[in-house]
Structures are given as C-alpha cells and as structure tokens.
C-alpha cells in the first residue's frame, strides 16, 4: 500500500532549465511534506519541507509546491545544476502507533541533470 | 565532522547468523530511527526510539531488536538472518522539541547487507 508515489523513476534535464519531480499521496491525515536528496553510497539529505497549511515554500532554486485537494505536491529546481543530479525522495510526516514523527517515503525519482 | 555513522558500510554474513548494526548521532538528538531500503527502493521505517518510548513498525519481524546503549546510539540487532533481510539499513536521528519531534531527519550513510 503505497501512500507516497512518485510515479517517475527518472528524469533528465538540460543544465539551467527547470527540473519539476513530482509526488502524490493518499493519505489526507499527513499534515508535513519533506524533499530528501540522495547521492550514491549516502544517506538521504534533507532539502526542503513544506507544512499542509501552506501551498508553496521556496529556498534558493528550490521551490516546494503542495495542491492538497489534488493530494500532490512538487519540487522545482532553477536552474538545474550538474551537482542536482541525484536520487530525490518525496517523505510525508505518518503516525505509527499513535507517535507523530516517523516519515514514509515515496520510491525515489532518479534526476540526471545534463552540461 | 560526521553528524550520523554507521558501522559496518557493507556487512556479508551467511543465513542464520546473528548480526548487529552499530549507529552513532554527535547532534545531541533526542530520537534515533531506523530505515530499511529494499530491492525496490523503498525506505520503510523499521523502529523510533528516543529515552521515553520505542515505536515499532508492526511489519518488523522480532529478529529485529534496537538496543540503545545510551542517547547517542541505537544499534540494530538481527537474530537468524534470512535471504530477504538483504537490504540498505540507514539509521537517522531528529531532535525533538516541545513534545513534538522535529520534521527533518539526519540520515546515516546506510549499511548494506547482504545474505548468502
């Protein structure tokens, strides 16, 4: 039962254009959205996060966008570096046994960011 | 300075063996996590504990046990490993704050397992 999708395995885009990753999830109770980047042989990192009462949060190139009655979100980065490519993980804030906290992952979208 | 670390980065061990997992965090955070990545890539959460309460996933077999040493550590302890344990681990550690834990997480590089 996949509550997090991210229905793209792989995306490839040209050095200084727009990278758009998208996520979708089935769970209207997640109340905090999180992008982690991931690069061969390390753990994920945290890159940016957005909480269910806003629709948009920007960092630098990043930006998170949240369409909560199309239960979607997106991350897009511009311009795309080289450095960008990498693995990006969509996470929302679950509940297990009552305890808020624990992230569930959606599959990854592998981004491949060409010079 | 590495923030979370793991030992071993590649651990290969035979079908019934028992293994452990050791996982260290300098953040001074108060919960500790870990993650299993499978064959399809999905990272799933294995346990959470911090010093009040462990939380389990109830799709954790009980050949899986955290133990935590004290707030820094929280190893991961396999009895009786099988085939399908073969996977990416990573440990990850938030901090908690005014009784609500902290969205972002600290990953560690991950332990690769692999069982013959």
């Known amino acids: 039962d996949q509550q997090v999708k991210q229905n793209s395995p792989s995306l490839s885009v040209q050095e200084g254009r727009i990278s758009i990753l998208n996520c979708d999830y089935t769970?209207?109770?997640?109340?905090?959205f999180l992008w982690y980047k991931k690069y061969p042989a390390e753990g994920p990192t945290f890159l940016i996060s957005i909480s269910s009462i806003k629709d948009k949060n920007e960092d630098g190139r990043f930006t998170v966008f949240l369409n909560k009655s199309a239960k979607h979100l997106s991350l897009h980065i511009v311009p795309s570096q080289p450095g960008d490519s990498a693995v990006y993980f969509c996470?929302?804030?679950?509940?297990?046994?009552?305890?808020?906290?624990?992230?569930?992952f959606g599959k990854g979208t592998k981004l491949s960011v060409k010079p | 300075d590495t923030a979370v670390s793991q030992t071993p980065k590649y651990l290969v061990t035979q079908m019934g063996n028992d293994k452990s997992i050791k996982c260290e965090q300098n953040l001074g955070h108060d919960t500790m996590y870990w993650y299993k990545q499978d064959s399809k890539k999905f990272l799933k959460i294995m346990f959470s504990?911090?010093?009040?309460?462990?939380?389990i996933n109830e799709t954790v077999p009980n050949r899986f046990s955290p133990k935590s040493p004290d707030k820094a550590h929280l190893n991961l302890h396999i009895n009786s490993l099988e085939l399908g344990d073969s996977a990416v681990y990573f440990c990850?550690?938030?901090?908690?704050?005014?009784?609500?834990?902290?969205?972002?997480?600290?990953f560690g590089p991950g332990t690769r397992l692999t069982v013959l």
């Open positions: 504990y911090n010093n009040k309460e462990l939380i």
């Open positions: 769970n209207s109770m997640f109340d905090y």
């Open positions: 990850a550690s938030s901090q908690e704050e005014a009784g609500e834990i902290k969205n972002e997480q600290f």
């Open positions: 996470a929302a804030r679950g509940y297990y046994g009552g305890s808020q906290g624990n992230l569930i």
